[in-house]
């Protein structure tokens, strides 16, 4: 179908079509991606034998994503989207056998390999949310793209319900410890890949390329580089990914040392303690996690009908309201539960307005370059911040690690007249 030939009623089903195959993707890439990445740290300890190496796991998967940002986006600024997406899927499966490998020969550098591929392929899946906005109208840009977002939900709460499957299947056929889910992620992986490879025609970057400038959906506007306010919504993707990951990541420890303290002076035993820990742990990320995504497409229309820069703003104040619970009432187990929750609605507003902004502020030709940049520098930052986190709240408690975040959250808020311009 040619420029000349595609209506705006073409468009728009082209792009309804589009968005549901890039969810059912992140649907099969949630999956693949939570049934394994939960793993990562048990295989650590395992096969190198110290509890102290084990988070060089979650570093891996953070580096990988960071390093396959901006070739991904490359490969789909000359190639097209779907080249990109299933060329990430393909990192991800051979990270998976990878993975595998070094759990059975027991080989620790080279399980940190494959788990830094896995990684790389979950830059592929991040960058499915912007494939959704390449033939999306711009009022409903952030709609879309939060769509897509909301899609992985579903692969994010189901991917680690499946480790306890998993592992019983891999003990009956013989697998090495703490591998069994990854059969799993083999054929999520194979499945998102046939899917894309399959299904995502035309594909929606390179048919956008062929749009004339006139008509509703390509209007002149749209062409015209705003670099300053790009640069702003990479900075607020940034900064705002950095506070929700700094904190979560330690929210974990520091419910720990409160749950501790508590079975201390309850006189509990150890193992109640512990199982307490786990279900305090899980029920907590799952309220933050929903957060997170649950509420995307409400977040999306917000930014598509108040606008981009106010709803990030609008997620700069969730996030100071869950910092402030973090500051004065973090010591408490509801306390904590408001303060995660508020984190992820807080994540969610900003990144996907931030994510819809960087797209409408740049011109076509290059948009695919400054959305790899935001995805890899949003990975680093969180692999900085979360290091940073971990010495924060050893000397200065849980208060003064939200004392800390919320000075980016002030420069974010203090910058945001560039996203205008």
Same mark, same amino acid.
Request: with cysteine; glycine share 12%.
């Given at each position: 179908m040619t420029a000349a030939t595609l209506t705006e009623l073409d468009r728009s089903r082209i792009q309804r079509r589009t968005v549901g195959i890039l969810s059912l993707g992140q649907v099969l890439g949630g999956i693949a991606f939570g049934a394994t990445v939960s793993l990562g740290a048990l295989l650590a300890a395992? @096969?190198?034998?110290?509890?102290?190496?084990s988070g060089l796991a979650t570093a891996s998967v953070t580096l990988g994503a960071a390093l #396959?940002? @901006? !070739?991904?986006?490359?490969?789909a600024g000359l190639r097209g989207r779907r080249l990109a997406l299933t060329a990430g899927n393909l990192l991800a499966l051979v990270g998976i056998v990878v993975v595998i490998g070094a759990a059975a020969i027991r080989v620790f550098p080279l399980l940190l390999v494959g788990i830094i591929?896995?990684?790389?392929?979950? #830059?592929?899946?991040?960058?499915?949310?912007?494939?959704?906005?390449?033939?999306?109208? !711009?009022?409903?840009?952030?709609?879309?793209?939060?769509?897509?977002?909301?899609?992985? /939900?579903?692969?994010?709460?189901?991917?680690?319900?499946?480790?306890? !499957?998993g592992e019983q299947l891999g003990r009956a056929i013989g697998m090495p410890p703490h591998t069994g889910s990854y059969l799993f992620s083999l054929v999520a992986q194979i499945a998102a890949f046939a899917l894309y490879l399959i299904a995502l025609r035309p594909d929606p970057l390179l048919t956008s390329r062929t749009l004339p400038e006139t008509g509703s959906f390509a209007a002149g506007v749209e062409r015209?580089?705003?670099?300053?306010?790009?640069?702003? #919504? @990479?900075? #607020? @993707?940034?900064?705002?990914?950095? /506070?929700?990951?700094s904190v979560m990541a330690m929210t974990p420890v520091h419910l720990s040392h409160m749950a501790m303290a508590g079975g201390a002076m309850g006189g509990m035993d150890g193992m109640s303690m512990e199982l307490d820990v786990t279900v305090l742990v899980g029920v907590t990320i799952a309220m933050h996690v929903a957060g997170m995504y649950g509420l995307s497409p409400v977040f999306g229309i917000l930014a598509d009908r108040w606008?981009?820069?106010?709803?990030?703003?609008?997620?700069?104040?969730?996030?100071?309201?869950?910092?402030?619970?973090?500051?004065?009432?973090?010591?408490?187990?509801?306390?904590?539960m408001v303060a995660l929750i508020l984190l992820g609605l807080g994540w969610s507003a900003a990144t996907v307005a931030g994510a819809a902004l960087l797209t409408e502020a740049s011109a076509p030709a290059l948009r695919t370059r400054r959305q790899g940049r935001s995805d890899s520098l949003m990975s680093l930052s969180a692999a900085g911040g979360a290091v940073l986190a971990g010495v924060i709240l050893q000397s200065f408690s849980y208060a003064g690690l939200a004392i800390a975040a919320l000075v980016v959250v002030a420069a974010i808020v203090v910058l945001s007249p560039f996203g205008k311009r």
């Open positions: 395992d @096969i190198s034998g110290s509890d102290a190496l #396959a940002a @901006i !070739p991904l986006a490359r490969l591929m896995i990684g790389m392929g979950n #830059a592929g899946n991040l960058q499915s949310r912007f494939a959704a906005t390449d033939l999306a109208q !711009p009022q409903h840009r952030g709609r879309d793209l939060s769509v897509v977002v909301w899609a992985t /939900t579903i692969g994010g709460v189901a991917g680690p319900l499946l480790l306890g !499957p015209v580089d705003r670099p300053v306010a790009a640069r702003y #919504a @990479i900075f #607020a @993707i940034a900064g705002s990914h950095v /506070t929700m990951a606008g981009r820069l106010r709803t990030v703003l609008l997620g700069q104040a969730l996030l100071v309201a869950s910092l402030c619970f973090a500051m004065l009432v973090g010591e408490t187990t509801w306390g904590v």
